[in-house]
């Protein structure tokens, strides 16, 4: 019998072994201590030599983390993890671990926020600069390459306007032109987008997302080949230390363990929800990849195979106006991030650099609620400001 990927992606986040050493316990204790001690000098000795190896302090290698990381690893097809105290912290430092002063990175304009600023702000203060390029131009990507370039940071699919980049394609400038590729993979998850298979060099996540699940915990990580993963854990893990607690990875390894069934209902419920909304006469745009109407569908189906459940739309109605409209809706609930068990939503101006710049853009993050409740309540919202 073979499994598919799903179903394999439920196992592996699902078994672990009988395990006699913690009494057969199902779920391991959390190894909740700073530091491990040794009963002779020697052992300690030798366990210095590895500290990266060994657990010696948990800035290091903590068993509760590594169980995580472990699990994260091979979901996503990595040689190795590392965990991390939040996405950015991870993001900041698989970036680090590629360029040095002097070094340019070329990224892409719908980037996550922070990592824009840590790349566009932050980084210049090492000399490091930054080209924005529109990454669904392939011919604009490949003319913001300088012969200092060393690392193209991707994010497919965006999280505001969910554009699709043609990762393979961007992977193959980035290897002309010896560069390295990083790329954010929180939307779609290890379910359903594997960019190290596609090529790409390190793989980042914001666990505190669909991976943790729960709203209850911050984290993330970074994936990769052992080749990669070994400077970065020696130098941007253990030097700048920001690293996940042993009680976040509990939580988060809590979350992992049903990561790929809520995926299969966050993928059925989004498009749901999405389909219902491309409908209605006062959505001018729908932004959400699964759909056949979105421009890079076919892109969207060919590297990935299914959807978060976060997605935008577009409307003429004016940006107070869908303020007021969020704050009737009872299920939604006004918030940033998303990725947990509750439906959210917050409203943005469209940026004038953009088509449609005099509309509103509305995000939406569809939960675990039932998609008919969901629905009622975006009626009833719209019915509020018809009124
Ligand atoms: C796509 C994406 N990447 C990274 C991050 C950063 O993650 P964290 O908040 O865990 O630092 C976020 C947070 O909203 C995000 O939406």
Known sequence: MTLNRLTGAQTIVAHDPHDEQHHGAVTKPIYQNSLFTFDSYDRFLEALQDEIGTSVYSRGTNPTVTELEHRLAKLEGGEQARCFASGMASISAAILSVVRAGDHIVCINEAYGPAVQFMGNYLTKFDIETTFVDGKDLGAVEAAMRENTRLIYLE????????????????GIAKRANARTIIDNTWATPCYQRPLEMGVDLVVHSLTKYVSGHSDAIGGTVIGRSELMKPLIKGEFMLLGGIMTPANANLIMRGLRTLPLRMEKYHRQGLEVAAWLEKHPLVAKMNHPGLPSHPQHELATKQMSGSGSLFSFETDIPLETMRRWA??????????SWGGYESLVTVHPVPTNRPGSARTLVRLYIGLESTDELIQDLVQAFEGIEA
Request: glycine share 4%.
């Open 156 to 171: 497919s699919p965006t999280s505001l306007f969910f554009s699709i980049l043609d990762i393979p394609a961007i992977v």
């Open 327 to 336: 704050e009737r809706l009872r299920y939604f609930r006004i918030g940033v």
